[in-house]
């Protein structure tokens, strides 16, 4: 049977000097044609030192040791997540503030961040592509995953492709904060103070 995402609730007392916040929603299974626009959609997020998350909670604001985002692809289905690590006293506001960014994609992405996206993007995949080894692991995972349209001309041509609009559309879909969950690992505060920024129980 295809895999169900239910929303969930995950607190881990633990004796870190830091406390790991990681937000989780549906994100895009492996195979899936709009991963392309996730390449985009997730650098803008926290995929880069220009993302939204990293400018505004790490370098504005100084509230995160790291702070990044992710999309794990599987077989039927896939999960985004955004995880940032910050001071115990601090949970609130970084949460607070992931939320707002998150918000934010609302109001659409601008053509100047596209772009700056699309061409990090590109060449960053280039460059991972140099050697013999990482071409060699790229088509081998290509084999054993079933991606018959992994070819690197192809994979550009499609990201070429792209436009504003289907980030947009990719955001919309993704954040959806019905379909937040949300663990906590390190000095945590008690349950219900996390009850507003996940939605594991309610109806």
Do not use: C
């Not at 505004?56 to 955004?82: H, K």
């Not at 601090?90 to 960014?101: D, K, N, S, T």
């Amino acid at each position: 049977e295809p895999p169900v995402y239910r929303p969930a609730f995950v607190l881990r007392q633990k004796d870190f000097e830091q406390t790991t916040l990681e937000l989780a929603m549906p994100g895009l299974p492996r195979g899936d044609e709009r991963r392309y626009a996730m390449m985009l959609f997730n650098f803008i997020v926290g995929g880069g030192a220009s993302s939204r998350l990293f400018q505004r909670v790490r370098e504005e604001l100084g509230m995160a040791y790291s702070v990044y985002s992710a999309n794990e692809a599987y077989a039927g289905t896939g999960l985004f997540t955004v995880t940032a690590l910050t001071s115990p006293d601090q949970q609130g506001e970084v949460l607070r503030e992931i939320r707002a960014v998150l918000d934010g994609f609302a109001a659409g992405v601008s053509r100047e961040e596209f772009d700056r996206a699309l061409a990090q993007v590109k060449a960053s995949y280039i460059l991972g592509m140099e050697t013999v080894e990482a071409r060699a692991s790229y088509y081998g995972r290509g084999q054993l995953f079933g991606d018959r349209e992994n070819d690197p001309a192809r994979v550009l041509e499609k990201l070429d492709a792209l436009t504003p609009a289907d980030v947009d559309a990719l955001a919309a879909e993704i954040l959806r904060p019905e379909a937040y969950s949300l663990a906590v690992a390190g000095v945590a505060r008690e349950a219900a103070f996390y009850d507003s920024w996940h939605s594991a129980g309610r109806s």
